[in-house]
Nanobody, 122 residues
Framework: QVQLVESGGGLVQAGGSLRLSCATS????????MGWFRQAPGKEREFVAS??????STIYADDVKDRFTISRDHAALYLQMNSLKPEDTAIYYC?????????????????WGQGTQVTVSA
């Protein structure tokens, strides 16, 4: 059974930083691309960042590029978030892709975590 468990969310002031982690089931996630998505209240889920199975190819949403960094090791996925803004407030989800490539398409992800809340105060 695939398990994705996010952690690291919390309340931070604008301009601050947070590091999200997503613990993965090693056997199932090591050969798959991974990604982070977020959903703010009243809005649809949106893509944040993705990484391929080797960690060599990444994709970022335009509004987080140069502020967020996605990375992974053999057992976890990470999202380093710097220069946070109030509009980054959302529930952040990690997900495992169907294939090994990095992708921004939500329908190309198979497994999802339960999410972790990130709140950025002005």
């Amino acid at each position: 059974q695939v398990q994705l468990v996010e952690s690291g969310g919390g309340l931070v002031q604008a301009g601050g930083s947070l590091r999200l982690s997503c613990a993965t089931s090693r056997r199932t996630a090591s050969n798959n691309g991974m990604g982070w998505f977020r959903q703010a209240p009243g809005k649809e889920r949106e893509f944040v960042a993705s990484i391929d199975w080797r960690g060599g190819s990444t994709i970022y949403a335009d509004d987080v590029k140069d502020r967020f960094t996605i990375s992974r090791d053999h057992a976890a996925l990470y999202l380093q978030m710097n220069s946070l803004k109030p509009e980054d407030t959302a529930i952040y989800y990690c997900a495992q892709a169907l294939r090994s490539a990095s992708t921004r398409q939500g329908n190309e992800y198979r497994y999802w975590g339960q999410g972790t809340q990130v709140t950025v105060s002005a």
